[in-house]
Structure formats: structure tokens, C-alpha cells
């Protein structure tokens, strides 16, 4: 964790006071971003900051449910996907488009609504249910403050009721969250069979017990060369599903060289939380990612994170015991999900794995 110094915490706190984000900087005219907002590049070496552009793995569900060929082909996919890459993308995947391009347009109209009803849902507190609604969730921990803003809800294992919904979203949200949780436990099938277990095994440890569904929106950056929509970091849950609108800019970690992940209309990217590497034991690895800030904004994105998060469960995850042998020991201590998230809320995403925490 990075604690601010003086000057520094003074404009983190007269900004977060202010409750209206980058947006309202933007709104304001803003021409040039705050100092807060200046991420140091130095740090990192020149060979992560080069930008490629390839084909990146996409695999198609059409039909995996009901032919056991194409399911067996489907598994063989995700397999080498999360094992060369530690995502994909995913078409096919039973979510109507509708769905998606209204959990988008839910996502724009919530950060577009009257500032004052929008302060209503600004909050710092991640330990309950409800929506919250603030930027950059490390704002007073991470190196550096990026540009975008961010809500965040958790609709399983207890949802929030309907009527502390935003009215903007409210619908969608509760259609996308079932569409994704559909979604998540057929792919944590085929990751379980992907490890040699038997389908229901990840799902029946539960890790599609609980569901957080962020809304991002990365305003127009006047100066977008010096900073960042979000850092690198990897995920701190079980499995990630991000909707993507067409403007672009995430950017996954392979080989020491970021890549772009290119919109596709109708894909949702999958990608492989810490969670997930430390109870298979690295044999399926996260991926470190970011988001560049960009000039055409806002861009708009949907992560779903299969978690728990901060809400309270004496679960304990482990390296799952079926996939250890003497030869491959266990290389991660047991942790709960929420104390493993408070670890990682309060180190920020400074570009350093939680894992390393975990290890033994």
C-alpha cells in the first residue's frame, strides 16, 4: 500500500469530495489532467510498453451443451487458451445481443444521470451488498489515481433489492447478472473437465457463489499519454467475464508485451482470476492486464467477477488436492476469499501480485 504524502492526500481528498469522478473533471472542460492523475512511466521497462496487435484466442459455444464431440473439442480450447494466454474470447455464448448492448447503454445512462442523484451512491464502504459508485476503488492507496469511473454491485449469493437499484439500470442489471451467471457456471464446467475433474467440480466449491458486476466508464482524456484508464494488475477473483464496447484500449500481458484485445460485436472476454491459479495450483494462470486511457471516450466496459469479495464466509481455498502430487506440491497457503480481497483492496493495483503474499 503507497501512503500519500501531504500535498499529494490533500488533492485525493478535495477531488474524492467533490463525488463526481473524471467525469466531472471532463464536465468542468478540463485541458489538462491533474497531477494526481500522472502515472510514471519510468518504472516500467521498455519492453512492456510495446503495443502488438494479433489475433487473439476466440472460441465458439455453439452447441458444446448437447454434442460431447464439441464439447470435448470446446474443453481442448479453453484448456490451451487459459494455459498459452490466461483468457479468450467467447462467441456463441447464449447472451442475446440485446442483453449486451442494453447492460452498456445501463452502464452510460448511470454515469450520465444528474450529478446529485448520482452522489447518492458514492461510497468508499465495500463491505455491504448495495451499489457503490466512486473512482479508482485504491483512490488513497494505489501509486498512482487513473482515469475512470466506476460502480460496483454484488448480485449473488444476496442481491440487493430491486428498488435500491439505480432506476437507470435497475432491469438490465438484474437480466445480465442471471445471463452472466448462466454463463459463468457452463465455463467453470469446462474448466473443471480442462483440469481432469469431474464437471461440477468448481462450481460445487462454490466458485460461482457470488457475483460482482462493475460498470467502468473511462471519460475523453485531454492527455491521455500520461496516464492510465486502469494499470496493470490481474484479477483477484475466481473468473472474470468483461463486456467491452467498441472503442477499445484493454491490453493483456504475454511473452513481456502487452496486446491489444480488439473488440469483437457480440464477445465477452473470459479471463482467469488469482483465485482460480491458487487452488489449481498455477495450472491455470491469471492474466495481468490494463486499460489505456483514450481520446474518443467513454468508453464503456462491464466486468463480472465471480467472488464473494468482502461479504462474510468462513469458506477456506486451498490447491485443490486432486491436482497435487509429490512431484507438485502445494505452492499456495489457504486463504478465505474476503481476506484475500481486503489484501488486495488495501495494496491497490501497484502492479504487484497478490499471490506473492500467498505463497509458500
Partial sequence: MVSPSGE??????????????????????????????????????????????ISVPTIDFAGFETDPERRADTVKQVQDAIQTWGFFQVVNHGIPLSVLEDMLDGVRRFFEQDDDVKKGYYSRDYSGTNLKYNCNFD???????????????????????????????????????????????????????????????????????????????????????????????????????????????????????????????????????DLVQLITNDKFKSVEQRVLANTEGPRISVASFF??????????????????????????????VKDFTTFFLNEGLDGTSTLQHYML
Avoid at 262 to 268: I, K, S, V
Fill in 139 to 273: 483512490l488513497f492507496s494505489g501509486k498512482s489515481t487513473s482515469w475512470r469511473d466506476s460502480f460496483s454491485c454484488f448480485m449473488a449469493p444476496t442481491p440487493p433489492q430491486p428498488e435500491d437499484l439505480p432506476t437507470v439500470c435497475r432491469e438490465i442489471l438484474m437480466e445480465y447478472s442471471n445471463e452472466v451467471m448462466k454463463l459463468g457456471k457452463a465455463i467453470f464446467e469446462l474448466f473443471s473437465e480442462a483440469l481432469g475433474l469431474k464437471p461440477s467440480y468448481l462450481n460445487d466449491i462454490q466458485c460461482t457463489e457470488g457475483l460482482q458486476v462493475i460498470g467502468h466508464y473511462y471519460p475523453a482524456c485531454p492527455q491521455p499519454e500520461l496516464t492510465m484508464g486502469t494499470p496493470q494488475h490481474a484479477d483477484n477473483d475466481f473468473l472474470t467475464i468483461l463486456l467491452q464496447d467498441h472503442i477499445g484500449g484493454l491490453q493483456v500481458l504475454h511473452d513481456g508485451e502487452w496486446f491489444d484485445v480488439p473488440p469483437t460485436p457480440g464477445a465477452l472476454v473470459v479471463n482467469v482470476g
Fill in 8 to 53: 499529494r492526500l490533500a488533492e485525493l481528498k478535495a477531488f474524492d469530495e467533490t463525488k463526481t469522478g473524471v467525469k466531472g473533471l471532463v464536465d468542468a472542460g478540463v485541458t489538462t489532467i491533474p497531477s494526481i492523475f500522472i502515472h510514471n512511466f519510468d518504472e516500467s521497462p521498455p519492453s512492456k510498453t510495446k503495443t502488438t496487435t
Fill in 307 to 336: 467472488t464473494t469479495g468482502m461479504q462474510p464466509t468462513d469458506k477456506v481455498y486451498g490447491p485443490i488436492k486432486e491436482l497435487l502430487s509429490d512431484s507438485n506440491p502445494a505452492t499456495y497457503r489457504e486463504t478465505t
